[in-house]
């Protein structure tokens, strides 16, 4: 599958020159295809200057020397549960810089009941109506100056559809919107895509992304791809 193209020219993009670190952290649920997901995202990765290593194992978030020599955490880990010490880790990891990117389950179904954790990445996934739904994702014009979305307009997916908990302090890229009587008497309007800082660090969470035919859309690509360079340090 060919990646969406990021400019040379592109703020996102790194200089020729760069070699930065990426560790791709990945397993739990197994229906979050962990690995042949993330295995899509390593070749453009590369492409983009980094080196990349990929763990199975969540006690690499306790390593506080190899998480400050990262320049972006690639999470896709679906439920499961983590150490506070493997928590605390990565969260100064983050304060202190380091990236930290993922999609659906992968990073906002994860430990749950963690609440640092949940702190970190800004939302928590509650709930899906059952199946796969056709549903419009829709990037905020308001914030069509961003990187991750610029030049993005609404998209249509088909694809579980998150009803999510989120942080007020997020930064609201794209959302989605329940219909009236699927959870309630009026339509509601869900945050789908967002961004965050802590500390010196960026995190950036897309909900899309349930299997791997998601990532066919080309706008769901363009904006993960985009979103990974975006929270990298």
């Not at 590369?46 to 320049?71: C, I, M, N, P, W």
Request: charged letters at 20%.
């Amino acid at each position: 599958m060919p990646a969406s193209p990021v400019s040379p020219a592109s703020p996102l993009a790194p200089e020729p020159s760069a070699t930065r670190r990426a560790l791709v952290v990945r397993g739990g649920w197994e229906g979050h295809s962990p690995v042949a997901i993330t295995d899509l995202f390593l070749p453009f990765l590369k492409d983009q200057g980094f080196t990349v290593e990929t763990s199975d194992r969540l006690d690499v978030y306790a390593d506080a020397g190899l998480l400050a020599a990262t320049d972006l955490i690639v999470q896709c880990w679906s439920m499961g549960e983590i150490t506070q010490e493997q928590t605390g880790g990565l969260v100064r990891a983050v304060e202190d810089g380091t990236g930290f990117a993922g999609w659906h389950g992968g990073i906002i179904d994860s430990f749950r009941g963690d609440v640092d954790y949940a702190l970190l990445t800004g939302g928590q996934f509650l709930m899906h109506p059952p199946g796969f739904l056709d549903h419009t994702v829709h990037p905020l014009p308001e914030r069509a100056g961003h990187p991750v979305i610029a030049g993005l307009g609404d998209f249509p997916v088909h694809t579980e559809q998150y009803w999510v908990a989120t942080d007020p302090a997020n930064d609201v890229l794209a959302t989605t919107t329940f219909p009236a009587g699927a959870e309630g008497g009026r339509p509601v309007v869900m945050p789908a895509v967002w961004t965050r800082t802590r500390g010196a660090g960026r995190v950036f969470v897309s909900s899309i992304g349930h299997k791997a035919d998601d990532f066919d859309v080309p706008e769901v690509r363009t904006l993960t791809e985009r979103g990974l360079l975006w929270a990298s340090r």
